[in-house]
């Protein structure tokens, strides 16, 4: 490489997600009024808590080594997981991130039973979250409660980084977030989703082959391309839809001519 080349731009994952996510995130102390866990939820939203150590877990955490604090999280909507925590365990907090934005269902696919992370191995941006949130916590000081506001969404992008820097989940976005080649397509349909995308220039955009390219997002996502971008577009649209604008705005935004998403919308239904 030439001397006066610049260094290439580091890839920013996380941003055009979080705009498309809106998290909105609450933290309590201690363990939760299990009434309040049970309450139908008008938006997707992820349970958290934080135990103090494994042994009063649930099966669904086991694989943690014992005495070690841990961050929970998992899918308000799974009935079987109102709160996947026993009686026994020490819990430091509880808390809820409510996810208004319209590519939270992108997200929450690819969530399945309880995430265990053990946080000695976290990503140091998730450890110093959850330090200042249980400090805070434990003695309240002026401001508390809009330090606990942001704070909250801190811990909610710590986890995210955490869940693209060591993959937990099966599939899905956060797994193809975290394959330096596939990141670099699904950063460019979040930022531009109104481009015409085509498999050959998403490809070339991960720098791979078309088959390469098509093969390996399939085994990541869970999907193909074409299905993923279709999925994003839409739910964008949805939310345009929601929020007041007028079709061919969000045809615009979402790059389709308004008849074309028209038909699009109506196969949904």
């Known amino acids: 490489m030439p001397a006066d080349t610049p260094p290439e731009p580091r890839l920013d994952r996380l941003t055009a997600l979080l705009r498309g996510l809106s998290p909105q995130v609450t933290l309590l102390h201690g ?11 008008a938006l997707p939203t992820l349970h958290l808590a934080l135990l103090l150590d494994e042994s009063g877990a649930h099966a669904a955490t ?5 005495s070690e604090s841990s961050l929970l999280v998992w899918r308000a ?6 709160w996947p925590v026993s009686a026994r365990a020490t819990v430091s907090l509880h808390g809820q991130a409510v996810l208004a ?3 939270a269902g992108l997200l929450l696919a690819a969530f399945d039973g309880v995430l265990a992370l053990p946080l000695a191995s976290a990503d140091p941006a ?3 979250a959850v330090r200042l949130i249980e400090s805070e916590l434990l003695a309240p000081r002026c401001g508390g409660p809009l330090l606990l506001d942001r704070a909250g969404e801190i811990l909610f992008i710590g986890l995210l980084r955490h869940l693209i820097a060591q993959p937990r989940t099966r599939h899905g976005l956060l797994n193809g977030l975290s394959d330096p080649r ?10 531009e989703p109104q481009q015409a995308w085509t498999l050959e220039r998403l490809a070339h955009t991960a720098g791979m082959s078309r088959t390469a390219f098509a093969t390996r997002f399939r085994a990541v996502m869970d999907q193909p391309p074409g299905e993923y971008l279709f999925r994003l577009r839409m739910a964008l649209a949805r939310d345009g839809l929601q929020s ?6 969000i045809a615009a935004a979402v790059g389709y001519t308004p ?11």
């Open 77 to 82: 909507d799974d009935p079987a997981l109102a």
């Open 126 to 128: 998730l450890q110093q």
């Open 101 to 103: 934005g319209p590519m």
């Open 244 to 249: 007041g604008q007028s079709l061919k705005q």
């Open 259 to 269: 008849t074309s998403l028209s038909r699009a919308l109506a196969r949904l239904h």
């Open 182 to 191: 596939l990141a670099r397509a699904l950063v460019a349909v979040h930022d």
């Open 62 to 66: 086991s694989a943690l080594p014992r």
């Open 31 to 41: 363990s939760p009024d299990p009434v309040s866990l049970t309450q139908p939820r």
